[in-house]
């Protein structure tokens, strides 16, 4: 079955960076469009970043453009979100997750995605 975990998730202070993993399995990998989101207690989940299927296509969230690099082995079946000048605001549990496409874009839109990680948690230290 297809399976998504996320690591990298802990403790950072404020200022700092930290990069998050996904691995995926079960899946052609190069046949989706990857994905990444948060959610905040009492929040709603934003989607803040997604790669298309080969890399070529990134998009970033305002709220995060500037901040954030979103990348993807294929080789490995591996996404990748590096965060850099992490601030409070950036407490969250992150999700990856995967988009079905034969289109070389990707869409910063949950209900798009079909296949979920169970999430890592990020904590910044103020």
């Known amino acids: 079955q297809v399976q998504l975990v996320e690591t990298g998730g802990g403790l950072v202070q404020t200022g700092g960076s930290l990069t998050l993993s996904c691995a995926a399995s079960?899946?052609?990998?190069?046949?989706?469009?990857m994905g990444w989101f948060r959610q905040a207690p009492g929040e709603k989940r934003e989607a803040i970043a997604c790669?298309?299927?080969?890399?070529?296509?990134?998009e970033i969230a305002d709220s995060v453009k500037g901040r954030l690099t979103i990348s993807r082995d294929n080789s490995k079946n591996m996404t990748y979100l590096h965060m850099n000048n992490v601030k409070p605001e950036d407490t969250a549990m992150y999700y990856c997750?995967?988009?079905?496409?034969?289109?070389?874009?990707?869409?910063?839109?949950?209900?798009?995605?079909?296949?979920w990680g169970p999430g890592t948690q990020v904590t910044v230290s103020s």
């Open positions: 997750a995967a988009d079905r496409t034969d289109y070389h874009i990707c869409l910063l839109y949950a209900p798009r995605y079909i296949y």
């Open positions: 079960g899946l052609t990998f190069s046949d989706y469009a």
């Open positions: 790669i298309s299927l080969t890399g070529s296509i990134t």
